[in-house]
């Protein structure tokens, strides 16, 4: 994709941007309210046009084959499409037939998929009852329908419960495992560190960096080695040899600046073991995606919508 461009009136959303998400791997894209993410989204899933833009999805066209490119998708939105009067397996099997998936087949496959997201025990229970979770996995399932091979997935675990959460990543990395192309919006930060193969950074309507998470993290500084020591000597001679460190006597440690790449990580263990120092411990510290949300938006993380 390039040159995506869309406006609303005079308010410019999204200005001439692009990336490449590869087969198979979860693209994370990230930004501040009012980014532009949603609008990204809802673009990519045909709900809405875009005023400029070069767009291919699984190898079709978006601006010559709209309907190609929904018969190879999936989208999760923000809010769910679950009907609460009706069943799981209804909802499924509603599902099904607007996919028209014949009617013992897709009787199988809302089987299939009520057991893999845990759900064949509230199977027959109305959707309304289930939890926040449960509508979620649900949710999830009824994308799963038409068994696409890129699934939009729009702040999927907005509002669950911390293992409500970790079950969802779970069964994304289940999906992409099985080469599924995950594209993913979030307002949890951790949770692009933890599941994205690649991350874009929006903001104001721009892509202000990308890459994988430790990319980004070292484009912020503040990441240090931590090394820890036997001896107070050993740790005064590293100080002497290394030079520019910070020190914390007590501790017998020394906080060496670096992004902990395996070059820099070579060249200090050689300066050490050429005056016969001897570390204890080592362990790496780099900046988190909060801090490189920071330093590129100028706004803090709980704006990260």
Do not use: C
Request: charged share 25%; hydrophobic share 45%; glycine share 12%.
């Amino acid at each position: 994709m390039a040159g995506l461009r869309r406006s609303f009136g005079d308010k410019v959303v999204l200005d001439g941007i692009g990336f490449d998400v590869p087969r198979g791997t979860i693209f994370s894209l990230l930004g501040p309210n009012g980014a532009g993410k949603t609008t990204v989204v809802r673009i990519l899933s045909t709900l809405i046009g875009a005023d400029a833009g070069d767009i291919w999805i699984m190898g079709r066209d978006l601006a010559a084959d709209p309907d190609g490119v929904r018969g190879a998708i999936g989208v999760t939105g923000q809010y769910s499409a679950i009907d609460g009067l009706l069943t799981g397996a209804e909802n499924l099997r509603m599902m099904a037939d607007l996919h028209h998936v014949g009617r013992a087949a897709g009787r199988r496959r809302a089987a299939e998929l009520l057991e893999r997201f845990d759900l064949a025990e509230a199977a027959g229970k109305p959707a309304a009852t289930y939890s926040g979770g449960m509508r979620r996995r649900l949710d999830l399932a009824m994308t799963l329908i038409g068994e696409p091979r890129l699934i939009f997935l729009d702040e999927p675990t907005t509002g669950l419960d911390p293992r409500s959460r970790r079950t969802t990543w779970e069964i994304i990395r289940e999906l992409v495992a099985a080469g599924v192309t995950i594209f993913l919006t979030t307002q949890y930060l951790e949770e692009a560190d933890q599941l994205a193969d690649r991350i874009a950074l929006l903001d104001r309507g721009r892509i202000v960096a990308e890459g994988t998470a430790r990319e980004l993290k070292r484009m912020v500084p503040g990441g240090h080695v931590r090394l820890r020591f036997a001896e107070a000597g050993d740790l005064r001679r590293a100080a002497d040899v290394l030079g520019g460190v910070s020190r914390a006597e007590d501790e017998l440690t020394l906080h060496v600046p670096g992004d902990g790449g395996v070059r820099s990580l070579r060249l200090l263990l050689a300066a050490l073991d050429a005056e016969s120092i001897e570390v204890v411990d080592l362990s790496i510290h780099t900046p988190d995606l909060d801090d490189v949300f920071l330093a590129l938006t100028g706004r803090p993380k709980e704006n990260a919508r």
